[in-house]
């Protein structure tokens, strides 16, 4: 028990005085992970309109992919990539292997099938509703795909904050791409993860303790605005 008391008086310490190396841990987290996340939203909100527009020969097996992709694990992506970046690899001329854009990558391989999925789901039912009007109005299925996203905006963001709610929590993928080296890749969830094996849970825990809230607040804005898709829409519809 003393030391379960300790640890929290450390933890709390570290975070009312603002250590300089756990704020550093969390600045470079938050910035792998929105850097990620940013990407894989800017490709994948796109991609799944589409998929929700268009009729294709395959199109069903992309859709599958996607959304088997969603348990992709980590570890593997991790795998992938370092073989890929190694020196021996076909990418390994980058030098990007152990470092942040090497996270980003990871993280961005994980967060896209997310954002893809979840953005196919919404987008179908938002243009079974809408598509005949657009189509009408004369916008062809390509142009249709901005609107479709600017009318499913609280659906779209919430895709996007779930692929942020992954990345920000991921562990596997970048500890073998980055390396967890100090100062340099590691994150709040490598850091937690070494601090813990090396007995410094008081570091651990304030690392864990910022994780906790910055996940709670991802999920509490999800559904909020789930909940305001709810609302809006029925009155939309009218």
Known sequence: MPDILNSIRVAFGLLVGFDTTLLHVVVLSLTVSLSASGAA???????????????????????????ALLGLPPVVVGLGLYLLLSRSGPFGRLGILFTPTAMIVAQFMLVLPIVVALSHRAMVGIWRDYGDDLLVSGASRFRAI????????LEALTASLAGFGRSVS?????????????????????????????????????????????????????????????????????
């Open 170 to 238: 991921e562990v596997g993928a970048i500890l073998i791409v980055g390396g967890n080296i100090a100062g340099y890749t590691r994150t709040m969830t490598t850091a937690i993860m070494l601090e813990t094996s090396e007995g410094h849970l008081g570091f651990a825990l304030a690392l864990g303790l910022v994780l906790i809230v910055i996940s709670i607040a991802v999920n509490a804005c999800a559904f909020g605005i789930e909940a305001r898709a709810r609302r809006v829409t029925p009155r939309e519809a009218a």
């Open 146 to 153: 901005p609107h479709l996203l600017s009318i499913g905006r």
């Open 41 to 67: 939203t800017v490709c994948g909100l796109p991609l799944g309109a589409a998929l929700a527009v268009f009729r294709f020969r395959g199109r069903h097996l992309v859709i599958l992919l996607a959304n």
